[in-house]
Each structure stands twice: as structure tokens, then as C-alpha cells.
């Protein structure tokens, strides 16, 4: 069998990437970097404009406290900035597994030994929703805190997010065997041609992102969804951007759960109207009603929503990219696609990749789905060759398999 190959999303380069991913040429990128450096005051506006669809803000929601104490462990990037916040809060829930050679067992003797932390909170549900937490995230913005979000919203939002399958992952564990094996798939063009998906298929749980096309590529990527995950503004820029391929709503089946990786307050806002199953009242979406994304079942073991304390986790000891040190800090997060692999690897026993970005990329088009050959594209808000690296390194250390396509023959 051919190796699986890792997600893309967006590699570096100097531009927003807000859905799909795409590759600049070194003059442009050296252009646009005197430019933005000119008008650092409205650097931000300027990322928006660039990006390839629509960048929307989002409102605010409540927050989640949690026991917060320092990793005691060497950390991988020595003299790590105090605002990057490499404090965290504390969660066991995926701190023991009974399959024998889980992640969580080997990667203790691996390089990922020192960066890895077994009580990271991958979750957040109502049990966050408290006042000393709010003000603990409340110094850090984007994905990786509660700074952009009100305290009333996010209160509302987070105590909805009340039922026993809000804190977990998976609320039953496979019957069929003691690991829980999971098809983490992005969307790269790598998968086109690839007949793997059955294989996708035969795990227990299967991952997939944004512009999650299966209609009619039953055979390359399989068809089944039990985890779509997504930021309100990448799923409303894939829905944008690829209608015409197919992608009309996120999967709407009885066993796909959503899982939102919350980076404005249009998460938190979108989430309060889906368990109140009310249209969205505030904000950018104002008026919209969940079904149109969801379907008719908005009850709330439908929905999912990742900690910013897993995400900055993720950030600043997985993916520490070279943009941290640059004036376009604040702007940077790993890619959607590159969170929900290491959010399967930080639950699952077992991990699988597929349609992921290899150094193999220029041989495939951007998406499976593409009708017309389009070529990978890096923007400054992800670092997608660091992802790339990051996955290749995944690999070699046996924490996941991946993709490769025929760089794997």
C-alpha cells in the first residue's frame, strides 16, 4: 500500500490565507514584504485584502477557567516570549488509553517527548464558562485566547456545550477493538487518483476540513464524516469558493459531529444559535440560521469546540514558525487542516493521514477536487512547509502514517 500523505492548507509565504492554499513567487513575496513593512500601522487590513476569499471577524462568547499551571518540561524553543502564553490549563480526560501501543504510549520515547503534553485541554464546554478562566485567556487573541470575545457571549455560547460527549472526543469508543483508529483527510490533489477510499473508510472515526467534497470522490477520499472541522470564516470562504466543485454545505450526516477550531467570536455566536436552534442574532451572520451549515439535528452532541489552550499548545511548541519573529506575529496559527491532524494524534491511538501536503506538492493540483490544475499557494498566516516537515518528521518517529502517493513507492 502507498503512504498517506499530509494536509495541506497553507504553507508560509506573505499573504492571508483564509480557505484554500497557494504558492507565491519570491519576487511578489519580496514586494509585498517592503510594502507591508511601509504600512506596518494597517497591516492587518492590508492581510485581509490579500488573502484569496473574504476574511470576516467574528463577535465575542464566554470563556472557560481552568487549573492553570507551568509544564515542567525542557521546552523545545529556548527563551519562549512571555505573550506567546506557554502556560496552560489542566485536562486528563486523554491522559490514559487501553490500546497497547497508543500515541500517547510511544511518544514519550520519541522526539515529540519533550513537546508533548498528556494534560493539554483539547476541549472546552461549560465546565469553562468562569470568570477567573475569562480573565486568564482573556490576554491572548485570535485562536489562542479570549481577548476578542465578550464575557456575556462567551458565557452564553460555552454553557450550552453541556452534555457528557462535550468534554470527549469520541462519546463511545469502538466496540470492534481497544484502539481507536482514525482517517485524518485534508483536501490536497494528491488524493485524486488515489483509490484509497475504502481504506479512509475502515477506520473508526474519519476527519475532514473545510472544503470537504466526497460526492462523486467516493473512490479517492471515501464518504464517510465523523468529524468536520472548521472555523466559521474557513467554512463560509470554502462554501464560497468552491460551489461550484460541489461544496454546498459541510457534511450532514448521522454521524458527523462539527467540531469548531473558535478564532473570532462568529464561533461562539454560530455555536449559541445552533443549541438554541435560533437564528444568529449579532455580528457578520446576523440572520443566518444554523440549518443552513448543520442540517435539521442541532442537538448538542453534535458539536464540538477546541480549547485555545490546545491551539496556542499547538503554535508555539509543534508548529513555532519563523513568523512568530516577525511584525505579522499576531496573524499567524497552524492551518485548519494541520489542527485537526494534531488534534487526532493528541485523542486517537492510531492516526492515518491523508491528502496532506508533501514535498511532493508540485506534482498535484491544489485540491482533488480541482477541475483545472491549480497550484499550491503559501501565505503568511500559516506556515505550511513547516507543516509539511512537521508531518515527515510525525512519521518517521511512527506517530502517524501518511499519504504519500507515488513518492511512497
Given at each position: ?23 507565491s513567487?519570491?519576487?511578489l ?6 510594502l ?5 500601522p ?13 476574511v ?49 504510549k ?33 490576554q ?51 488524493l ?11 477506520h473508526?472515526?474519519?476527519?475532514r ?53 473558535p478564532d473570532?467570536?462568529r ?8 443549541l ?8 457578520r ?24 489552550d490546545?491551539i496556542r ?6 508548529l ?32 492515518s ?37 512537521l ?5 518517521r518517529?511512527?506517530?502517524?502514517w ?8
Amino acid at each position: 500500500m502507498r503512504r498517506p500523505p499530509g494536509s495541506r492548507c497553507c504553507p508560509p509565504a506573505l499573504m492571508l490565507c483564509s480557505g484554500g492554499c497557494a504558492r507565491s513567487t519570491g519576487l511578489l513575496l519580496t514586494l509585498l514584504a517592503m510594502l507591508l513593512l511601509l504600512l506596518l500601522p494597517a497591516q492587518r487590513s492590508l492581510w485581509l485584502q490579500l488573502s484569496r476569499t473574504p476574511v470576516h471577524h467574528r463577535a465575542t462568547t464566554t470563556a472557560a477557567p481552568r487549573r492553570v499551571t507551568q509544564a515542567s518540561w525542557p521546552s523545545p524553543v529556548p527563551s519562549m516570549p512571555p505573550e506567546l502564553g506557554d502556560t496552560y490549563g489542566q485536562d486528563e480526560t486523554y491522559s490514559s488509553s487501553g490500546c497497547p501501543n497508543s500515541i500517547r504510549k510511544k511518544i514519550g520515547a520519541t522526539e515529540f517527548g519533550a513537546t508533548f503534553l498528556s494534560t493539554i485541554p483539547v476541549l472546552q464546554w461549560a465546565r469553562h464558562a468562569q470568570e477567573d478562566e475569562y480573565q486568564r485567556l482573556h490576554q491572548y487573541g485570535g485562536a489562542h485566547g479570549w481577548k476578542d470575545i465578550r464575557w456575556d457571549v462567551l458565557k452564553s455560547s460555552l454553557s450550552l456545550l453541556n452534555a457528557s460527549s462535550s468534554a470527549l472526543l469520541f462519546d463511545i469508543r469502538p466496540l470492534a477493538t481497544s484502539c481507536t483508529r482514525c482517517a485524518v483527510v485534508g483536501n490536497g490533489g494528491i488524493l485524486h487518483g488515489s483509490g484509497m477510499g475504502p481504506t479512509i473508510d475502515a477506520h473508526d472515526y474519519v476527519f475532514r476540513v473545510n472544503g470537504a467534497i466526497t460526492e462523486g470522490f467516493e473512490r479517492d477520499v471515501g464518504s464517510r464524516t465523523s468529524f468536520y472541522v472548521f472555523s466559521t470564516n474557513t467554512m463560509v470562504n470554502a462554501l464560497r469558493s468552491y460551489a461550484a466543485n460541489g461544496f454546498r454545505h459541510p457534511p450532514q450526516t448521522p454521524e458527523t459531529c462539527y467540531v469548531f477550531l473558535p478564532d473570532h467570536d462568529r464561533d461562539y455566536l454560530l455555536l449559541r444559535a445552533a443549541l438554541s436552534q435560533q437564528r444568529v442574532d449579532s455580528g457578520r451572520d446576523a440572520g443566518v440560521h444554523p440549518q443552513e451549515f448543520f442540517g435539521k439535528d442541532l442537538q448538542v452532541g453534535k458539536f464540538r469546540m477546541l480549547h485555545p489552550d490546545f491551539i496556542r499548545y499547538l503554535r508555539n511548541r509543534f508548529l513555532r514558525s519563523h513568523i512568530l519573529a516577525t511584525p505579522f506575529w499576531q496573524l499567524y496559527r497552524p492551518s485548519t487542516g494541520a489542527v485537526m491532524l494534531l488534534t487526532a494524534i493528541h485523542t486517537c491511538d492510531q492516526v492515518s493521514a491523508f491528502g496532506f501536503i508533501t514535498p511532493g506538492y508540485r506534482a498535484y493540483s491544489d485540491h482533488y477536487y480541482d477541475r483545472e490544475r491549480k497550484e499550491v499557494q503559501f501565505f503568511i498566516n500559516h506556515d505550511l512547509r513547516m507543516e509539511m516537515q512537521l508531518w515527515q518528521r510525525l512519521q518517521r518517529s511512527g506517530i502517524l502514517w501518511l499519504y504519500t502517493g507515488s513518492e511512497g513507492t
